[in-house]
Nanobody, 123 residues
């Protein structure tokens, strides 16, 4: 049974930083892991993804240059470093594993999902 557990969310002021962690347990096909977010009243959107086999990353335009995805294979953990946070980054953030799609890694075609962690950015 695969489990994904996110942590690191919290409340910060605009311009601040947070680092989210996603710890994976159980077997996960060594493919792509993604980070998504969902704000109240909005659809879930992909913000970042990382290919575990080579560290290749992808980002949504809204976070490019501010967010960085990384991995620690020894800890079976992926991270999302979020800098220069804006109030519009406020959302519940989810990690996802085992991409099953054929197009963009930022679509929600993942097999496993975490429970989410709240990020709140105040102006």
């Amino acid at each position: 049974q695969v489990q994904l557990v996110e942590s690191g969310g919290g409340s910060v002021q605009a311009g601040g930083s947070l680092r989210l962690s996603c710890a994976a347990s159980g077997y996960i096909r060594r493919s792509v892991m993604g980070w998504f977010r969902q704000a109240p009243g909005k659809e879930r959107e992909g913000v970042a993804a990382i290919y575990l086999g080579g560290g290749i990353t992808a980002y949504a335009d809204s976070v490019k240059g501010r967010f960085t995805a990384s991995q620690d294979d020894a800890k079976n953990t992926v991270y999302l470093q979020m800098n220069t946070l804006k109030p519009e980054d406020t959302a519940v953030y989810y990690c996802a594993a085992d991409y099953r799609g054929y197009s963009s890694w930022l679509t929600d075609e993942y097999r496993y999902w975490g429970q989410g962690t709240q990020v709140t950015v105040s102006s």
